[in-house]
C-alpha cells in the first residue's frame, strides 16, 4: 500500500495465532493447489534450496515464518531459504543484486516497481511459466503487470478510505464528510484540545505523502505528467484550506502511516487517511469507535480515485532450474488457502475472486476498499518508470503547502520541472 516503504502497516500477531489460521481456518496451506499454473516450458522443479527475499518485518514477519515452515513441511527435500531486509532498503538493495545477476528465486516487492526490472529484462513473464490469470481480480492483475505482460502475482491488494472516530464526530455534531466541503468544514469543527481534525502520512517518501494524496489529485482531475494543471491545483488547494483552518498540522510532514494511524488509535486525530491493514490494530483497540467512509470528492456523485497498493511476488529471470523452484513456491503462496489466510489476517483485498468474495461476505469493514479498488488507479500506468521521481517531486509540493512555504501554484510550478525531467530521461511521451 509502494518503493522502498511498504503502503500498508501491520498488526503485530502471535506466531500461534497466524498457525491457527493458516491449518483451522483456511485448511492445510497445501491442501489446495494453485489455480494458476496450466503448462510450463520449465522442468518440474528439482529438490534443494529456494532463496526468498521479502521485507516483512512486523506481524506479517509471523506469517511468512509460518508459511516457510509449512511449505518446507509439506515438500520434503526443499528448503525455503529466507532473506529479510528492512524496508527502507529493498529499492537499492533489489537494483544493486539485479545489476549483479544475483536476484533471488523469488522476491516480493511492491507493485509499483515491477515496471522497472521488467523493463530491464530482469523478470521472467509468468505466461511462459504456464501461469494463467483468469481467476485473478482486476486489481490483482494490474499490480504485477507491465506492457500487458504478468510480471508478479500477490496475496492481495489495498488502498485507502477515510477512517472517523465516531465519539468525537459525535461530540462535534458532525457526520462523516463525502464532499471536500464537508471535509473541511467537519476538520476544522474538530479541531482542539490537542487533537487534530484531519491527518495524513506526509513524509516525502514512497508510501506516505503521495499515495495518500493522489485519491484528491486523481479525482480532482490531477495528472501524473502534467502536475501543475487545474486538477493537481485544485486537489493541493483543498490541502492548504485544511492546513490554514489549523485541521491538517504541520507535523504530519515527519508522518508516515504507522505514525498516523498511532494517533488515530491515541485520540489525537479525529479522521485520517488509511487503509485496511489497521483494522485488526482499530478494532483490538478498547475504547476506539470507528467508521469507514470512501475518500470525499469535490462534488456529490462522483467517486474517489485511489491508487492501487499490494505487493507482489516476481520470479527473476536465471537458469531453468532456479525459476522452476521460484515457481513452486509461488504456487503455494498464491494457493487459495494461502491468498485467503494472508488477506483474512492483514485486511487485505484477497487477488483470486472466489476468495475475495468469501472475505467480503465475513467482513464486511472490508467492503468500502473493495468498492474503491473498483475505481483504483496502477501508480505506473501513466508514466511507467517516471513514477519514482515523479512523487519525490510531487511529494516536495505537498509538504511545501502544508507547511505553507508555497502556494499551491507555485508548489506545483516547481514540482512540473522535476516531472519533465523525470518523463524525458524514461522518454515517456
Known sequence: MVTVQRIKGRATLAASAAAVLLVSVCGPVTAMASPHRVASMLPPAKPGVISLQDYYTSGDNTEMVAFVNQFDKANPGFTVKRD???????????????????????????????????????????????????????????????????????????????????????????????????????????????????????????????????????????????????????????????????????????EEQNNTAVDFIGGKAAMIVMGPWELGPFNSTKGLSFGIVPIPVPSMGMSAAAPLGGEVWVIPKSSPANEALGLKLLEFLTSPASTYSWAAQNGEIASQKSVSAELLAKVPQDKIFAQEIEHARSRTGEVGLAYSAIETALGTAVQAVILGKQTPTQALNTAEGGVKAALAQYHVS
Do not use: C, R
Not at 514512497?206 to 480532482?220: D, E, H, N
Open 84 to 254: 529479510v531486509f528492512p524496508s527502507a532498503n529493498a529499492a537499492s538493495q533489489t537494483l544493486t543484486e539485479a545489476a549483479s545477476h544475483q536476484l533471488p528465486d523469488l522476491l516480493m516487492m511492491d507493485n509499483p516497481v515491477v515496471p522497472e526490472l521488467a523493463a530491464a529484462g530482469d523478470l521472467v513473464p509468468l505466461a511462459s511459466l504456464g501461469v494463467n490469470t483468469s481467476s485473478l481480480t482486476e486489481g490483482a492483475i494490474a499490480a504485477g503487470s507491465y506492457k500487458g505482460g504478468q510480471y508478479g502475482l500477490g496475496f492481495g491488494n489495498n488502498t485507502i478510505g477515510l477512517f472517523y472516530n465516531q465519539k468525537l464526530l459525535s461530540a462535534a455534531h458532525v457526520t462523516p464528510p463525502a464532499t471536500w466541503a464537508q471535509l473541511v468544514t467537519d476538520a476544522k469543527a474538530l479541531t482542539g484540545n490537542g487533537v487534530a481534525g484531519f491527518e495524513v502520512a506526509a513524509d516525502n517518501v514512497p508510501g506516505s505523502a503521495v499515495w495518500q494524496f493522489l485519491p484528491f489529485f486523481w479525482t480532482a482531475g490531477g495528472d501524473l505528467e502534467h502536475v501543475n494543471n487545474a486538477g493537481g491545483i485544485k486537489a493541493l488547494t483543498l490541502y492548504q484550506a485544511l492546513a490554514k483552518e489549523g485541521a491538517l498540522p504541520t507535523s504530519t510532514v515527519n
